[in-house]
């Protein structure tokens, strides 16, 4: 007589298999906890980003300004090493001064308002809940920020100018700049 071993239906998964499963498993986790720390990352980052835009736009601005402007000429609106009223190099962002155009030789510490103590600018930003100019807000100083506004004349064009502003800002050890590019013409 002849014996043969039937295999049950109901078999299970090897030591094997179960192991392979697991490593897989982890694999997809360590990935998920990967993406979710980058995630994280870049939304702490946004609000200095965004800070960095609105400071370079305002330079831009300036810069329009003091095209329009009619005490100065169009020849003055330019960096101060070219004979112009513009800061030339990185400076830390401070409160305009008489002039009312930022990144120029009279700009002045902010004086201590609300939130904000005196030097740097700094940004007021909501407390805890959640409702800009309510008793709770708080001050963000932007001491580890610097901008700097770079105006060259276009090659062949004596009434139009390059325009680059730049702003970094520090976050631990890392540095974060935000670049804007734009053209200025003596016309208005």
Do not use: W
């Not at 490593?23 to 980058?38: C, P, Y």
């Not at 305002?58 to 004979?83: K, L, M, W």
């Not at 308002?113 to 007021?124: K, L, N, Q, R």
């Amino acid at each position: 007589m002849t014996q043969s071993k039937s295999r049950s239906a109901q078999s299970g998964f090897t030591l094997i298999e179960t192991m392979i499963a697991i490593a897989i498993l982890g694999v997809g986790i360590v990935s998920l906890i990967a993406a979710f720390a980058s995630a994280v990352g870049a939304t702490q980052n946004a609000e200095q980003n965004l800070i960095a835009r609105q400071k370079a736009l305002q330079a831009i601005e300036s810069v329009y300004t003091a095209r329009n402007d009619t005490q100065i000429t169009f020849a003055q609106v330019a960096n101060i090493s070219n004979g112009g009223i513009f800061t030339s190099g990185a400076v830390q962002l401070l409160c305009a001064g008489p002039d009312g155009l930022v990144n120029t030789a009279d700009d002045v510490n902010c004086p201590a308002s609300g939130p904000c103590a005196a030097g740097p600018e700094c940004v007021v930003l909501p407390g805890p809940d959640g409702v800009l100019g309510t008793p709770d807000d708080t001050a963000m100083s932007l001491a580890n920020f610097t901008r700097q506004i770079q105006i060259t004349t276009v090659p062949g064009y004596t009434t139009l100018d390059q325009v680059v502003v730049t702003v970094n800002y520090t976050e631990g050890s890392a540095t974060h700049s935000y670049v804007v590019n734009t053209l200025i013409s003596a016309f208005r």
